[in-house]
């Protein structure tokens, strides 16, 4: 089998005497929306950290676009294009929403030494982040604090800075925590939205987003991925069901 | 943003009618006594780049400004009195060692930066005062002025000009600095950390260019501090006035063009009311600044105006 | 540069190292329990040592003296720590800095007031006083023994508590989880300023015992605090063990390279110039040390766990 955009072969993490990560094995295919579910306490934020460099694995290797990066600091491989969102809000609170995309943009615009240009007022940071908060729906909170955003509106801002830095594979860390039924329909809508485009690997414990937006996924209990396969297979799994969606409501 | 630059017009005719009128009512005290507090306006600029946009907490600037004091002091000493000469060797010799400091201190954050920088400063204050040939703890009197041709430094009212105008441009350049890519990059790894590393900036770069540059303008202003005192001492680089360089960044508002600037008037004003009452200003001060830290943190920038968002 | 005399540096350096490791442990233990940095701690030292030369005076009694000069300094810390300090416990660390370097100029100021500011020397009492034979051939001050010795007994005995007593586990608790403790019906704020006043009688102590052998004035105490936070960032914060090993390195390295750098390098370079350059690379020496340790570990030697 050919490499995925994303192969993770034995990775491993400890924390002390727990095993948070216990070899797992994962490929997510370019094109593919990915999502990653499991009970509370199996491990899935850390596997992201390790996934998007904020957390060095103790062993095994991840290889994207086919360099190794098991080594490669977080803002190295954003600039790789592997982008990633966080379960708990972390936007600048102190800047507008338009200046929070505009940053991600710039992050993607070549280095950053430059002294003199007003960047509040350069086009070519301004435009695309224009473009991305109309995409998400945030046209009209443009210039507002994003402290003073509504929690969904932030979630979403969220959101646009991963799709602002262009990324080649994005790592979404529960985008809907917090929101609200309406608000999680919208969300789904636009990630579904943005499938035929993008690579997403999707951490979620909303199980009607992951039954609608994941092509494949792949099931994490106590560090270990126990299956993976496409929607149909994993709810007929018994193992699946036994261990983790036998214990949740339908 | 109109408003505001009505505002700094508005303060750059005063500052700048103020010799004249000085002199009118006969009190060239005042044209040095402003003077001094714009050269140290001028570095508390610079730290505001580094403590207000960029979140380090740096206990160790002052370093920079014996740095600068010393270099126009020693090059003076060996006979080179050419000003452009010394004060381009002071901004080279406080960017080399702030690069050199900055290299060190940067990869460690919170308590440990604060401590390292002050720990660093220290350590340049204790070499001053072990050169006992520059004068050790007694420090030197500056044996000319810097010549800078154009304008002579040893009439008061022209060097305060060259004071002013320095100080605006300094004022003018960060201003531009913290509104480019660069200072976006900086002032949003203060905002959030792992937020930035995680859009693609690894902010040590980033920092230590902040660093260098800030430093290298505080060179500039123990440059002119040098000329002002004419005589130079290790007590330039103590923590004492790192101290002090803070609180003018913190009373003025830190994250704002105008705050350092402001800032330094008020703490040096008040320094000096305060020492005009009582030789011992500095235990009203003390619990002075105490309170004004417990109660009044955001600073006189923040009455004129929003700080910059 | 005979062996005796890199033995009496060698103490000496044990000496300094012991003493600054009454005020990092101190420091420390208010950093890793309240997360405060408190730049005012050199002032309880100088507190400490002028409380010592005023209580001698006055009482004409040494073991008096320093006893009333450790009670003060007790008395003196937690007053700060009830007045100035409490609403800094929540307020980031650039707060505190500014605050405790206000608290600093106010010390200082008040010092000067009361006692002015040139030097005090105090005087020892006669059973402090003369040397002793260490080893055959080599006599060492009987006072600088003593402050080994003492320094060495509270570092015992600081282990003891910390890691064997019940006092020792709520401290310990206390940092890290302090909702809990104060669950559990103990008086956080009170065990706050207890823990801050036992920091201060340390700081104290070593001011006291400084007073003999280094000049008493104002300022005495941010000389020797600037050293103390290079054996914190080596040592490592938060932890007592880091604190003593780092101590005894900077004290050590410090002395040693006071007293040795200069003939050594004039035995590499012309002497004119280790004449110069002797002793500014030898005050140098310790921060150079700093970097270094920073450049290899970046928390220090033995960093505490983080809470």
């Known amino acids: ?250 | 943003m109109k408003s505001r630059l009505v505002l700094w017009t508005l303060a750059a005719v005063a500052l700048a009618a103020l010799p004249p009128v000085a002199l009118a009512l006969g009190e060239p005290f005042y044209v040095d006594l402003v003077r001094r507090i714009m050269i140290l306006a001028i570095a508390a600029a610079s730290l505001n780049l580094i403590l207000g946009y960029g979140g380090l907490i740096s206990f160790g600037h002052a370093a920079y400004l014996g740095i600068g004091a010393y270099a126009v002091g020693i090059l003076a000493f060996y006979g080179f009195t050419n000003g452009w000469l010394q004060w381009a060797v002071a901004i080279l010799a406080s960017a080399v060692a702030a690069l050199a400091i900055g290299a060190v201190s940067i990869r460690t954050s919170g308590i440990y930066f604060i401590m390292i920088t002050l720990a660093f400063s220290q350590m340049l204050y204790y070499l001053g005062v072990s050169l006992e040939v520059y004068g050790g703890d007694d420090g030197m009197r500056l044996k000319a002025r810097s010549q800078l041709g154009i304008v002579d430094l040893n009439d008061p009212v022209q060097f305060y000009y060259v004071t002013l105008v320095l100080m605006l441009l300094a004022v003018f350049l960060i201003y531009r600095i913290v509104n480019s890519r660069f200072g976006m990059v900086l002032r949003a790894t203060k905002s959030n950390e792992p937020r930035s590393r995680a859009i693609g900036f690894a902010p040590y770069p980033y920092r230590l260019a902040a660093f260098v540059i800030a430093g290298a303008l505080c060179g500039l202003a123990g440059a002119l501090y040098g000329n002002h005192t004419n005589y130079i001492t290790p007590s330039f680089m103590s923590w004492h006035q790192s101290g002090e360089l803070m609180f003018m960044v913190i009373l003025g508002g830190m994250a704002s063009t105008a705050g350092p600037v402001l800032g330094a008037f008020a703490y040096l004003l008040l320094e000096e009311i305060l020492e005009g009452w009582t030789e011992h200003w500095q235990v009203i001060l003390g619990p002075l600044l105490v309170l004004s830290v417990i109660f009044f943190r955001r600073g006189l920038a923040g009455i004129f105006y929003k700080p910059d968002a | 540069m005979t062996a005796i005399l890199v033995f009496e540096q060698l103490l000496n350096g044990l000496q300094y190292g012991v003493m600054l490791f009454l005020m990092a442990a101190g420091l420390t233990l208010v950093f890793g329990i309240m997360n405060l940095v408190n730049l005012a701690h050199g002032s309880l030292y100088m507190v400490g040592a002028y409380l010592a030369v005023a209580a001698i005076e006055w009482t004409g009694s040494y073991p008096l003296g320093v006893l009333l000069a450790l009670l003060g300094t007790l008395v003196v810390g937690m007053l700060t720590e009830v007045v100035a300090l409490r609403t800094l416990y929540e307020r980031d660390h650039l707060d505190q800095v500014l605050a405790t370097f206000g608290l600093i100029l106010f010390f200082n100021e008040l010092i000067a007031i009361v006692f002015g500011r040139t030097a005090l020397y105090t005087s020892l009492p006669e059973w402090l006083q003369g040397h002793i034979e260490l080893i055959p051939g080599s006599i060492y001050p009987v006072y600088r023994a003593a402050i080994i010795l003492v320094g060495v007994a509270v570092a015992i005995g600081l282990w003891y508590v910390v890691s064997r007593t019940r006092l020792g586990m709520l401290i310990r608790a206390g940092a890290t989880n302090r909702t809990m403790v104060a669950a559990l019906g103990i008086n956080i704020r009170l065990l706050y300023t207890l823990v801050f006043g036992f920091g201060a009688a340390l700081a104290g102590l070593a001011g006291l015992m400084a007073g003999p052998i280094y000049a008493v004035q104002p300022g005495m105490g941010e000389l020797i605090l600037i050293q103390v936070f290079v054996v914190i960032v080596i040592g490592g914060i938060g932890s007592i063990r880091g604190a003593f090993a780092g101590a005894l390195i900077v004290g050590i390295v410090d002395t040693l390279g006071r007293a040795f750098l200069k003939p050594v390098l004039s035995h590499i370079i012309s002497p004119p110039a280790a004449e110069a350059a002797g002793p500014a690379l030898a005050s140098m020496l310790i921060y150079l040390l700093m970097a270094i340790v920073l450049a290899v570990r970046p928390s220090g030697l033995f960093p505490a766990a983080r809470h």
Do not use: C
Not at chain 1, 193 to 218: G, N, P, Q, Y
């Open chain 1, 1 to 250: 089998m050919s490499e995925g955009l994303l192969s993770v072969r034995q990775l491993v993490k400890s924390f002390g005497a727990l095993r948070a990560t216990d070899g797992i094995d994962l490929e997510v295919i370019e094109g593919e929306t990915h999502a990653v579910i499991g009970p509370n306490g199996a491990g899935k934020t850390t596997f992201i950290s390790q996934l998007s460099g904020n957390l060095r694995p103790d062993g095994g290797r991840i290889r994207f676009a086919g360099d190794d990066v098991t080594a490669l600091p977080a803002p190295r491989r954003a600039r790789k294009g592997l982008a990633r969102s966080f379960q708990i809000t972390s936007i600048y609170k102190d800047f507008s929403a338009l200046h929070n995309v505009a940053l991600a943009v710039q992050a993607h615009a070549g280095h950053s030494f430059r002294f003199w240009r007003d960047a509040r007022r350069d086009e070519a940071l301004v435009g695309p982040a224009r473009q991305v908060l109309e995409d998400v729906g945030l046209k009209d909170k443009m210039h507002v604090l994003a402290g003073n955003l509504a929690h969904g509106e932030q979630r979403q801002l969220e959101v646009a800075m991963v799709l602002a830095t262009r990324p080649r594979l994005m790592l979404l860390d529960e985008p809907m925590a917090g929101m609200g039924i309406e608000e999680s329909q919208r969300m789904i809508e636009f990630l579904s939205a943005l499938k035929r485009r993008h690579t997403m690997v999707l951490v979620e414990h909303d199980m009607d987003a992951v039954f609608r937006l994941a092509d494949r996924i792949s099931v994490l209990v106590y560090g270990r991925i126990i299956a993976t396969g496409t929607p149909e297979e994993i709810r007929a799994n018994q193992e699946v069901r036994a261990a983790y969606l036998g214990e949740e409501a339908g």
